[in-house]
């Protein structure tokens, strides 16, 4: 009961309907978070500078004589980690479409926005890139709130440029990476050559995309979360109790204040969780729309804890029915079943990239024609052949019948398969009379490379009707 009045009050008190970074007048609060430190911090460091590396050095590694990330979307062409993907496989990449739908969907709903803090790259070029930048050129968040306070003067005006040179030339060479995923590193150092004499319109783009990613890390910044991003306004439709969120532990923490009073809970109300927030909200207010699940907040308030010598996870990683009903564990059966079908999902796409073959061939009969007469001993049926190669080096290819006997008669030239091209032919399949028993036998047929057998296909021949009677 007492938890119950608690949680009442709580809810009375710290409810919002109004976004931190926006005052009563409708106009833009700037948010001056203090660098973060700990245990979680650390770990996210780690995350997102391997997934800066990995963004920088892709374009400029290759496999196979690819490149490691390609996404030629004006040749239809798209390479990842040395596997070449063509129009021919439009189907496997609506799959992941469907299921990278499904995996945010219940991923989100399991546990909240983690992507957002972790991996979005929306916070890792923010909070590992820019931030640090800021925080060694202007100082911690004070130092950050005294020199945006004070007037312009030579040492303010040295700093801002020196900062905002820094960022231009981060977002200039972040726009050049991304148009080397596009078109091939290669051909952007071509296009650059020229520049500004010769190719200017595409100066002019990269330009333009340099303006836009220097506004949004440089100004716009949070409001991305908070106003832009789809995945955080739905948030709220995916997010139940269950979930599983950086959440402030009201039931423990509250009423909040400092001293060794016996009716204050564990929260001294020094604000350093609101202190670090990079979107300027106080997490103890529950959960809320600009909050991304960074932990910045875990770690400020463990610091705190251990401190004042107390139990650490005031703020942590639980859903909103755990701490109500003070409840330590994590997980729940929802919880543990929604993982194992994200697993499963993650298994069944990966599978079918991997077992994608390099040559894909499709062998249908014509439509339209029946048998002919091939001599005096031997039936035909005519096949339509498509063969496309999605290998990087050009392949030879042969068809062999393999049951039942019978000869292959390729119309045309031989199947020389060039990368990425779509080879048409035409094709007869003759059988003897003597190994037809009926209208329509089934076929075997091998298909080769190099003489080595890279898969079979099944069709069937049509014979005479006569031969069901006989």
């Given at each position: ?5 608690k949680t009442s009050d709580y809810q009375k008190v710290t409810f919002r309907d109004r976004m931190s970074t926006v005052d009563n007048e409708g106009k833009r609060v700037w948010v ?301 059966t929802r919880a543990i079943a929604y993982s194992v079908v994200l697993v499963i999902l993650l298994a069944v796409v990966s599978y079918s990239f991997m077992n994608r073959g390099d040559v894909e061939t499709t062998i249908i009969r014509a439509q339209g024609t029946l048998f ?99």
């Amino acid at each position: 009961m007492a938890a119950e009045e608690k949680t009442s009050d709580y809810q009375k008190v710290t409810f919002r309907d109004r976004m931190s970074t926006v005052d009563n007048e409708g106009k833009r609060v700037w948010v001056f978070p203090q660098m973060p430190k700990g245990k979680l911090y650390n770990y996210r460091r780690v995350v997102a500078y391997t997934l800066l590396a990995f963004f920088y050095l892709a374009p400029h590694l290759k496999i196979k004589g690819e490149q490691l990330v390609f996404l030629n979307f004006l040749e239809r062409k798209f390479v990842l980690f040395g596997n070449t993907f063509y129009p021919q496989d439009f189907h496997l990449l609506v799959l992941a479409f469907i299921t990278l739908l499904v995996f945010i969907i219940l991923f989100t709903v399991v546990y909240g926005r983690i992507f957002c803090g972790w991996t979005c790259p929306q916070t890792v070029f923010l909070e590992f890139l820019y931030r640090p930048i800021e925080y060694l050129i202007d100082g911690n968040r004070r130092k950050q709130q005294v020199l945006a306070q004070q007037p312009m003067n030579l040492k303010k005006l040295s700093k801002r440029l020196l900062k905002h040179g820094i960022y231009l030339a981060i977002s200039f060479g972040t726009i050049i990476t991304f148009w080397s995923y596009l078109i091939g590193y290669p051909n952007v150092l071509a296009n650059m050559s020229g520049w500004p004499g010769s190719n200017f319109s595409s100066l002019l783009v990269v330009l333009a995309f340099t303006a836009a990613h220097y506004y949004v890390f440089a100004w716009f910044r949070e409001q991305v979360c908070s106003l832009v991003c789809p995945y955080g306004r739905l948030q709220g439709v995916m997010l139940d109790q269950n979930s599983i969120v950086v959440a402030y532990d009201y039931v423990r923490g509250e009423p909040r204040g400092r001293g060794r009073n016996e009716d204050k809970g564990d929260c001294i109300d020094c604000k350093r969780c609101v202190d670090v927030c990079p979107t300027g909200i106080d997490i103890r207010n529950g959960t809320q729309l600009e909050c991304i699940n960074c932990t910045a907040c875990i770690d400020a308030c463990n610091s705190v804890m251990y401190a004042v010598n107390k139990p650490k996870g005031l703020i942590r990683y639980a859903s909103e029915r755990s701490i109500s009903e003070s409840k330590k564990h994590v997980l729940n059966t929802r919880a543990i079943a929604y993982s194992v079908v994200l697993v499963i999902l993650l298994a069944v796409v990966s599978y079918s990239f991997m077992n994608r073959g390099d040559v894909e061939t499709t062998i249908i009969r014509a439509q339209g024609t029946l048998f002919q007469e091939y001599g005096a001993d031997a039936y035909s049926n005519l096949y339509n052949l498509q063969m496309v190669n999605k290998t990087s080096d050009a392949v030879q290819m042969e068809l062999k019948l393999l049951t039942p006997d019978g000869e292959i008669k390729l119309m045309g030239d031989e199947l020389n398969l060039e990368v990425g091209k779509v080879a048409k032919r035409n094709l007869l399949i003759i059988l003897p009379k003597n190994t037809l028993s009926q209208s329509n036998t089934h076929l075997v047929i091998g298909v080769y490379e190099d003489g080595e057998l890279l898969e079979e296909i099944k069709s069937t021949f049509v014979g005479p009707n006569s031969l069901d009677n006989e």
